[in-house]
């Protein structure tokens, strides 16, 4: 069967990225998480998918007369003052709280929960005995992201981490060609189809695995990858046949946000 993996965490009953959401993606059975990297103002790396503040967190509220709510134009410690976790009640993006599938007890224990740094993230997956998918998050063009490959693999042996519990993805190729010459024990993994209106682009099939948009992707597609002896992954499948049908197909996993419905002793 696919591997599931769990698109930031569970996100679809806890708040994104947050370390919450990968402890409950962890309990949940899935086989990874995914996450994301992004650089602060200072040069340091928090997991965070967007490139404002806006959506995942109390920034206006804490900052109100701020010119700006990008990542970049933060230090840690202000974004370590950030409330990630209280807009998941507020705005249930999942409807999963009007289902009944999230307790008052989490709800609670959402409040408060801060953006984590990249080397919490990977702390816990060591921890964990687990593994993590870590999207490196390009924001062109902004200077200070070339920072964000080196600094990612300076986190990861600081850290201590095994190597084979971490994979590195990005939709900027050219970071992961640096990756794989830097440290050729990490598994990367190129991403395509960000651009809806656009086909797949798999270039010349340099990369020994490919994470796809699953509603661009085709059987075709997956067959050649297959016949090329690529990995393929998919994004974001939430929809229990469309699983079904890409698990029939040959697909080496896929990401989702909900875990919870997905891992083996659930199918």
């Not at 900027?172 to 991403?191: C, G, S, T, Y």
Request: with cysteine; net charge neutral.
């Amino acid at each position: 069967m696919a591997w599931v993996i769990a698109h930031r965490g569970a996100r679809s009953i806890a708040p994104e990225n947050t370390l919450l959401a990968a402890q409950i993606a962890h309990q949940s059975g899935a086989d990874l998480w995914e996450t994301d990297v992004n650089l602060t103002k200072d040069g340091q790396l928090i997991l965070f998918h967007d490139e404002n503040l806006l959506r995942c967190t109390n920034v206006k509220a804490v900052f109100p007369s701020s010119s700006s709510y990008f990542v970049r134009d933060f230090n840690l410690e202000d974004i370590k003052a950030l409330d990630a976790g209280s807009y998941f009640a507020d705005t249930d993006p999942f409807l999963q709280i009007s289902e009944g599938n999230v307790t008052k007890k989490a709800l609670l224990s959402f409040k408060n929960e801060t953006i984590p740094t990249l080397a919490q993230g990977l702390q816990f997956t060591k921890k964990k005995k687990w593994k993590v998918n870590l999207e490196l998050k390009y924001f062109f063009p902004k200077t200070n992201d070339t920072l964000i490959p080196d600094k990612t693999l300076d986190i990861i042996y600081q850290t201590k981490i095994d190597l084979n519990r971490v994979i590195i993805s990005s939709f900027h190729h050219e970071w992961l060609d640096r990756i794989m010459k830097k440290e050729p024990h990490i598994e990367v993994q190129a991403l395509v189809g960000d651009n809806i209106e656009e086909p797949l682009d798999f270039g010349d099939f340099q990369f020994p695995t490919y994470n796809a948009n699953a509603d661009l992707i085709t059987p075709d597609q997956v067959r050649q990858l297959k016949s090329k002896s690529k990995k393929i992954n998919l994004f974001t499948v939430n929809d229990q046949k469309k699983f079904s049908k890409f698990d029939r197909l040959g697909v080496d996993g896929m990401f989702t946000d909900f875990p919870q419905l997905f891992v083996k002793k659930n199918l």
